[in-house]
């Protein structure tokens, strides 16, 4: 995306990390200068969106301290004096993590997550923290995606009445919204690239195993990861760049050094060229309007030489049978695990502690319950042979038996289908009213999945995914940049109350 950066400080609305970068190399900008740029658009802007649910209050002096090491040409590289928003379940020393909980006020870590630290490292300026759905969407089946306790509801620039999906609601909401460049969400079904889809952004939930959870408030160790969310396939690359690697307190990224690349260098926008790519013509549910921007996004992929296979025929119910108790299974030891490590004024210890401090905080029960919390409880732990089947059979299903298969039969380099309906109304009494999704055999698999900008339902946003085998991060990254530079599909929110329904 081409920008004219020449008043970049005052303008900061849809550029690019990429022309960022380049901008504060020319020595165009400064980071002090381009941080109080986003620092006043939050200020000006997200009033009405409440996706950021914290500022980081030394976000000046580390991008002063950025612009030291570039006038002593001692620069760190291309993100060094970029600003990127964080997800509040992400530990960053000094400010709370809460998971949008206020049972975890108290939760300031003392140092960053790893992921993190690898940002600040590459010279990123952590500029605050976003909202979320509270506990990433784990505590209720009826919630609405985007409120917590800690942060109120975030919403859709798109349409303010409408959701901004989650659990990534803040960062995909803010992104969209030019309130940074680039933002971290986190993933465990769909909480990357459901907000990234209605909010107009490509996400990347990458190969469970590439990028640290050390410091992240968890779900399930199966599943979560984190990952960039940005406003072009090029940006989301420089930030997997950053953060991809191993970590030793993270046993699941013992491969990610010897599996990471440069993810930059690997994007080609010829790569459609002769790809043979399988249409996923068995994941049902999506409307019509979406299907019919799908169908032109297909004929886009053909007119740049792919080679497009229907696939009509896949059985979900291995993966869907016992997908929530795994889920839950693993929230009950994972989460105690976070908890017995968290900041010692937390007093919420256990997955117990923090049902009990809802029942008794009227804030936190006000719109929908703990049922899933409750029921997480009540389970066995890794012993339990329910589980250990689910597990398995649903990791079997998904990634082998289903990703892995599908690819070598019809010989295909990766996967294709619309990644979710366009967003819905708000409801804070009824909860979410999800359409089609394209999230859950990636992420069962614990495989990468890429959404990227496809088009609009009604003025919405709506993507489409690019699935392929674990560590495949690479390939799917230059298909969605071949397809985003051929189509340049996204378009820029208007922050209009409401749109008419799709």
């Not at 975030?154 to 303010?160: G, I």
């Not at 799908?294 to 997908?323: H, N, W, Y």
Request: proline residues 6%; contains cysteine; charged residues 20%.
């Amino acid at each position: 995306m081409s920008t004219d950066l020449s008043s970049i400080e005052k303008g900061v609305v849809e550029v690019s990390l990429a022309d960022t970068a380049a901008a504060l190399a020319s020595g165009k900008t400064t980071s002090a200068a381009l941080t109080q740029s986003y620092l006043a658009r939050i200020k000006q802007v997200d009033p009405k969106l409440r996706s950021v649910l914290a500022v980081n209050p030394q976000a000046i002096e580390a991008a002063k301290a950025s612009d030291a090491r570039r006038a002593a040409k001692q620069t760190l590289g291309p993100l060094d004096g970029v600003p990127i928003l964080i997800k509040d379940n992400i530990d960053v020393a000094g400010m709370p993590n809460t998971g949008g909980s206020l049972a975890l006020a108290a939760n300031i870590p003392a140092k960053d997550a790893p992921l993190v630290k690898r940002l600040v490292d590459a010279g990123a300026v952590v500029l605050g923290k976003t909202n979320l759905s509270e506990w990433a969407n784990i505590r209720s089946s009826h919630s609405s995606s985007g409120w917590s306790g800690a942060g109120g509801l975030t919403r859709n620039p798109y349409a303010l009445d409408r959701s901004a999906c989650g659990s990534s609601s803040g960062s995909g909401s803010s992104i969209a919204a030019s309130l940074a460049p680039a933002a971290i969400g986190t993933e465990t079904d769909g909480s990357i690239t459901c907000p990234a889809s209605i909010n107009g952004l490509v996400g990347l939930k990458p190969t469970v195993g590439l990028v640290s959870r050390t410091g992240v408030i968890p779900i399930s160790h199966s599943q979560d990861t984190a990952g960039p969310m940005t406003r072009d396939v090029m940006d989301t690359a420089l930030v997997l760049n950053a953060i991809a690697g191993s970590d030793a307190a993270d046993t699941a990224t013992a491969d990610a050094d010897a599996r990471k690349t440069d993810y930059v260098k690997g994007l080609n926008s010829g790569s459609l060229k002769g790809a043979r790519l399988g249409v996923m013509r068995f994941a049902k549910d999506y409307r019509p309007q979406t299907l019919a921007v799908f169908d032109q996004a297909l004929e886009a992929l053909k007119a740049q030489g792919a080679v497009l296979v229907d696939i009509t025929e896949f059985d979900m119910k291995p993966i869907a049978d016992g997908r929530l108790h795994v889920l839950l299974t693993e929230l009950k030891v994972d989460l105690n695990a976070y908890l017995t490590g968290a900041n010692p004024n937390v007093k919420t210890r256990t997955l117990a502690d923090v049902i009990a401090f809802n029942k008794q905080e009227a804030k936190e029960l006000a719109y929908f319950d703990q049922d899933l919390f409750e029921t997480a409880e009540a389970t066995a732990g890794y012993s339990d042979p329910a589980y250990v089947t689910a597990h398995d059979g649903g990791k079997l299903a998904a990634g082998p038996n289903g990703i892995d298969r599908l690819l070598k039969e019809h010989d295909l380099v990766a996967l294709l289908t619309p990644t979710n309906d366009p967003t819905w109304l708000i409801d804070l009494v009824n909860g979410d009213n999800f359409g089609g999704a394209a999230s859950t055999i990636p992420a069962v698999a614990g495989y990468p999945h890429l959404t990227v900008p496809m088009g609009a339902v009604s003025g919405l946003p709506v993507g489409i995914s690019f699935i392929g085998p674990a560590w495949s991060e690479q390939t799917i990254l230059s298909l969605g940049y071949a397809y985003e530079q051929a189509t340049r599909a996204r378009k820029p929110p208007t922050y209009p109350a409401t749109l008419p329904l799709p």
